[in-house]
T-cell receptor
Framework: QKEVEQDPGPLSVPEGAIVSLNCTYS??????FMWYRQYSRKGPELLMY????GNKEDGRFTAQVDKSSKYISLFIRDSQPSDSATYLC?????????????FGKGTHLIIQP | ETGVTQTPRHLVMGMTNKKSLKCEQH?????MYWYKQSAKKPLELMFV???????ENNSVPSRFSPECPNSSHLFLHLHTLQPEDSALYLC?????????????FGNGTRLTVT
């Protein structure tokens, strides 16, 4: 069963805080893990793309994958009001779109100035 | 114009109307996709085209009919829709349908069926 669990929020934190966003999944065949950010009235934009377990860092963003626990996280350091958006996790077995990315429902994040 | 462009941004249609959604990608990608985004639900893959051939059709009702005339353009033809079809329809593209090809999305068409 392809299912991804993600808390829809809203998650409200003060500016400058470290934000932790998480997803759990049940399909052990998933190998590619992505985080998308979606602003209101916009399409999702790719933030992070990782393969298998481990960490990946890009500026203020860090993605973590723990395949043994079927758990992925996105950390945002020094959060800014401009980070307020919905964050979608997505994953797939092949990394491509043909077999369909399985998305979480998204977490609505609010950064308070 | 860069990225993935969708038109119209908003569409209101009655259940007996026929309309089309248009998507154009300027990224030189070979695969294009239609996704449906409804409130409080995950994105749902509807159709996948690779090199203008349909490779995926996720049990979508026949009232949705896709068309991919070339690798840069994708259409979704709509007819006899139901109110539950109201949603944000997102087009995406990728370098190919296989591994290592993340999706790039357009900003979507917000569809309301009355």
């Amino acid at each position: 069963q392809k299912e991804v669990e993600q808390d829809p929020g809203p998650l409200s934190v003060p500016e400058g805080a470290i934000v932790s966003l998480n997803c759990t999944y049940s399909n052990s065949a998933f190998q590619y893990f992505m985080w998308y950010r979606q602003y209101s009235r916009k399409g999702p934009e790719l933030l992070m793309y990782t393969y298998s377990s481990g960490n990946k860092e890009d500026g203020r963003f860090t993605a973590q994958v723990d395949k043994s626990s079927k758990y992925i996280s996105l950390f945002i350091r020094d959060s800014q009001p401009s980070d307020s958006a919905t964050y979608l996790c997505a994953m797939s077995e092949s990394g491509g779109g043909a077999d369909g990315l399985t998305f979480g429902k998204g977490t609505h994040l609010i950064i308070q100035p | 114009e860069t990225g993935v462009t969708q038109t119209p941004r908003h569409l209101v249609m009655g259940m007996t109307n026929k309309k089309s959604l248009k998507c154009e990608q300027h990224l030189g990608h070979n695969a294009m996709y239609w996704y449906k985004q409804s409130a409080k639900k995950p994105l749902e893959l509807m159709f996948v085209y690779s090199l203008e051939e349909r490779v995926e059709n996720n049990s979508v009702p026949s009232r949705f009919s896709p068309e991919c005339p070339n690798s840069s353009h994708l259409f979704l033809h709509l007819h006899t829709l139901q109110p539950e079809d109201s949603a944000l329809y997102l087009c995406a593209s990728s370098q190919g349908p296989g591994a290592g090809s993340p999706l790039h999305f357009g900003n979507g068409t917000r569809l309301t069926v009355t």
